[in-house]
């Protein structure tokens, strides 16, 4: 059984960092693509970055430059740098566990998820 947990959330000024962390058991976690979403009150559960087995990242517009997402395949676990944050950043963070299933495809885990609060 997959499991996937987060940590790493809490009350930041803006302009300050963060650090998620996102640790997973049950699964070869190195074969895996491995993301963090955000979703703000009433909006939408959206990308923030991704980063995939061969280390290719992905970055939401709104993450370029402030964020970087990391893995260490060692600990199974996947870092969400967050830098300058400001207070639009504020919402639930998600870990998503894209799974390899070979020629199947891939299988989605998703985290429960760890608020962040950027005060203004």
């Known amino acids: 059984q997959v499991q996937v947990v987060e940590s790493g959330g809490g009350l930041v000024q803006a302009g300050g960092s963060l650090r998620l962390s996102c640790t997973t058991s049950?699964?070869?976690?190195?074969?895996?693509?491995m993301g963090w979403y955000r979703q703000a009150p009433e909006k939408q559960r959206e990308l923030v970055a991704s980063?995939?087995?061969?280390?290719?990242?992905n970055y939401a517009d709104s993450a370029k430059g402030r964020f970087a997402i990391s893995r260490d395949n060692a600990q199974n676990t996947v870092y969400l740098q967050m830098n300058s944050l400001k207070p639009e950043d504020t919402a639930d963070y998600f870990c998503k566990v894209e799974e390899y299933q070979g020629r199947y495809g891939t299988l989605d885990y998703w985290g429960q998820g760890t608020q962040v609060t950027v005060s203004s």
């Open positions: 049950g699964t070869i976690f190195e074969r895996n693509t």
């Open positions: 980063i995939t087995s061969g280390w290719r990242t």
